[in-house]
């Protein structure tokens, strides 16, 4: 059985702060590894996608992938009330070619003004 | 790029009757898409996987006479629920793939039996 594991929170942190999301996932052949954020009612939202071990920047997102410890990791920086939603962390698994992902069970985050 | 779009939005419908609900990749071919279940407060539970021209791949416990798939084209896949009951009420989502291995998910249709 392959497993995403999440806090499930909720998160809380205040406007202008650096939130930090965590990941672990069981399946060590996994190439291909993504965070979406869903806000609530809505349907998820792609944000970052990584394949390589080390950083990812895009904006005032950082994705972090550790293949060695099974380990991916979402920094906002300067975290907005509008950043506040359920944040999924997604591993396609290995050895698939018709991309099929799982999901961990999210992270509530809440960015307080 | 990567729009998915899906319909009906929303739907209302009588206890025993089907609902049909379409999802469309609009920008790219879609050669997987996937289909989605999510109940209140909870994570995203995948259904099944649709392939064009191929039929779908149902994950454990959901049933595939039930949950009617067809990806008749690169662009489209259809899911009907057939003889809906209150226990289907739900949010239904699909997603599409694309060779990057991203999936971009539509807005998702939420289904009330009544």
């Known amino acids: 059985q392959k497993e995403v594991e999440q806090n499930s929170g909720p998160l809380s942190v205040p406007e202008g702060a650096i939130a930090s999301l965590n990941c672990t996932y069981s399946d060590r052949g996994s190439q291909s590894f993504f965070w979406y954020r869903q806000y609530s009612g809505k349907s998820p939202e792609l944000i970052m996608s990584?394949?390589?071990?080390g950083d990812k920047e895009d904006g005032r997102f950082t994705a972090q992938l550790n293949k060695a410890s099974q380990y991916v990791s979402l920094l906002i920086r300067d975290s907005q009330p509008s950043d506040s939603a359920t944040y999924l962390c997604a591993v396609q698994e290995s050895g698939g070619s018709n991309y099929k992902l799982t999901f961990g069970k999210g992270t509530l985050l809440t960015v307080n003004p | 790029g990567a729009v998915v779009s899906q319909h009906p939005s929303r739907v209302i419908c009588k206890s025993g009757t089907s609902v049909k609900i379409e999802c469309r990749s609009l920008?790219?071919?879609?050669?997987?898409m996937f289909w989605y279940r999510q109940f209140p407060k909870q994570s995203l539970m995948l259904m099944a996987t649709s392939n064009e021209g191929s039929k779908a791949t149902y994950e454990q416990g959901v049933e595939k006479d039930k949950f009617l798939i067809n990806h008749a084209s690169l662009t489209l896949s259809t899911l009907t629920v057939t003889s809906a009951h209150p226990e289907d009420s739900s949010f239904y989502i699909c997603?599409?793939?694309?060779?990057?291995?991203?999936?971009?998910f539509g807005p998702g249709t939420r289904l009330t039996v009544l």
């Open positions: 990584i394949y390589s071990n």
């Open positions: 997603s599409a793939g694309r060779v990057s291995n991203e999936q971009f």
């Open positions: 920008d790219f071919q879609a050669t997987t």
